[in-house]
């Protein structure tokens, strides 16, 4: 967990190239570390601090696993949503696709960079607090997305790795040794930053000044505010298995209609749509979505540049006439074998022509927060309002109604129903799939059966479904264990 300072140069060189979209980043960044508290007495310089973070993740290829952007494809490979291209070469990804990681040969990973961007959040924070030379409503919006932030870091992190270290200071003689935290006191703390986000964020987005409020109808999704922390903190209490406080924090959003609608499939990953959340801007010339650059495989098949394709797995899970198949699936013929690809993200970039930005790539959209209060809602055993909500989806998919196909559904099945809803809705963003079986205890059913049948797969183990630490963490803290079993 060594910290690395980060130069925030290079995000005023990238706002700088931004193009056909309203800027994050309106102002100069610091020219100094993002760790200097003189950063956090200028208001310009802290809003492009904390700024750097959605930078990093915007940049975040979704095969990469270092930032946490990686995800969509990192989480497809390690579960069942993915098949990884042989011919490829990539013998990172070959081995989270086998499930078969070791602490030996991974480096750049989720853990250490994630470790880094906390030292920002957490220097921040300080520099925020102590700060004097900030307007008070920069002062107090940063603040909150620091805490947001701090709680969407751990949030993956206890689910990547189960326990894990409880860094909330700068302080290298306390970090340098810290222990691995209970899961449970991770959760604590996410809970904790994301209730004091709601109460510092504002409930409008902002601009890339950290100040000035989007009109209602063409606002720039892409700053986190009040209404993230909310739908994050929902999500927090269904993986804790908290009905009742995520039913409640889901229809505080969905109650919200002027701000956030369910659009029309072919509208759902397009910028600034309403019912994005919170979005992520891109940051180069020529370029829309990484998952767009990356996912979507040209004729010639899929290569180093483009390696992986969606599985038999999740393609046989669709429903005979869900209209999400023929919208965000799509599929190329090389070589006489049909490759299957995520096309929810539909334009690549282009060296020869500027491409106009109409993609965003989406970190949090309102589909969720349906299907949270559905699965909430059965798990209370309130059926008929789990069916409404769930069915708000299917709606939208072209998919009969539980209420007209179904109406006496018990829970169990309801809930296994939900699920699968889930899977098919947001398959390959941000690792959902793989989180939900290992937070509904289903991933040594599922992977038992999945892993052997991988190119080179062998057999499941349990252990298998939490990643390893580089053992040059180990090396460098001795009071950090590995994860159980590696």
């Known amino acids: 967990m060594n910290c690395k300072i980060i130069s925030i140069l290079s995000l005023m060189f990238a706002t700088i190239a931004l193009s056909n979209c309203k800027k994050l980043v309106e102002v100069d960044g610091p020219v100094t570390s993002v760790s200097s508290k003189n950063v956090y007495n200028n208001d310009a310089t802290a809003v492009g601090a904390i700024t750097s973070l959605y930078v990093n993740l915007s940049n975040g290829s979704p095969v990469n696993p270092q930032e946490l952007s990686g995800l969509s494809g990192i989480g497809g490979l390690s579960g069942d949503e993915f098949d990884y291209y042989s011919g490829a070469g990539n013998s990172t990804l070959s081995v989270y696709y086998q499930n078969n990681l070791n602490s030996q040969f991974i480096g750049n990973d989720f853990w250490g960079n994630t470790y880094q961007r906390l030292y920002t959040v957490n220097a921040a924070l300080e520099g925020l607090e102590s700060s004097i030379g900030l307007s008070p409503a920069i002062k107090q919006q940063l603040m909150g997305e620091a805490h947001f932030m701090r709680a969407f870091y751990y949030f993956y992190l206890v689910n990547l790795y189960g326990d894990v270290p409880l860094v909330l200071s700068t302080d290298y003689t306390v970090n340098a040794v810290i222990k691995r935290s209970a899961k449970a006191d991770v959760y604590s703390q996410i809970v904790t930053d994301l209730k004091e986000a709601q109460n510092l964020l504002s409930e409008s987005y902002l601009s890339g000044d950290g100040k000035t409020s989007y009109p209602l109808g063409s606002e720039e999704r892409v700053r986190p ?6 739908a994050l903190l929902a999500r927090v209490y269904l993986f804790t298995e908290q009905w009742t406080n995520a039913e409640i924090q889901a229809s505080m959003i969905l109650a919200n209609t002027s701000l956030f ?53 999740l393609l046989k899970d669709f429903e005979t006439g869900d209209q999400r198949k023929n919208n965000w699936i799509s599929s190329v013929n090389a070589n006489s074998t049909i490759y299957y690809y995520p096309y929810k993200y539909k334009i690549k970039s282009s060296s020869l022509t500027d491409v106009p930005v109409t993609e965003y790539s989406t970190v949090m959209r309102l589909a969720e927060l349906y299907l949270i209060r559905a699965e909430s809602r059965a798990q209370l055993g309130n059926l008929a309002d789990a069916i409404s909500d769930v ?5 939208r998919a072209g998919l009969p109604l539980v209420k007209d196909t179904n109406p006496n559904i018990n829970q169990e099945n309801l809930i296994t129903l939900i699920l699968k809803e889930k899977r098919i809705e947001f398959f390959t963003e ?3 799939r793989w989180l939900d079986l290992k937070r509904t205890g289903k991933v040594d059913e599922v992977m038992s059966k999945v892993t052997p049948k991988k190119s080179n797969g062998g057999a499941w183990k349990s252990y298998q479904q939490y990643y390893p630490i580089y053992y040059y963490e180990l090396q460098s803290n001795p009071n950090l264990t590995q994860t159980p079993g590696f």
């Open 261 to 313: 609608q369910l659009e029309s499939l072919d509208k759902v990953f397009l910028k600034n749509n309403s019912e994005a959340i919170w979005q992520l801007q891109p940051t180069k010339l020529r370029f829309n979505t990484q998952e767009g650059e990356i996912f979507v495989i040209p004729q010639g098949g899929p290569a180093s540049y483009n390696p992986v394709y969606l599985s038999r797995e």
């Open 391 to 395: 069915d708000r989806i299917r709606s």
């Open 430 to 432: 941000w690792g959902h």
């Open 225 to 230: 505010n009040k209404w993230a922390a909310i």
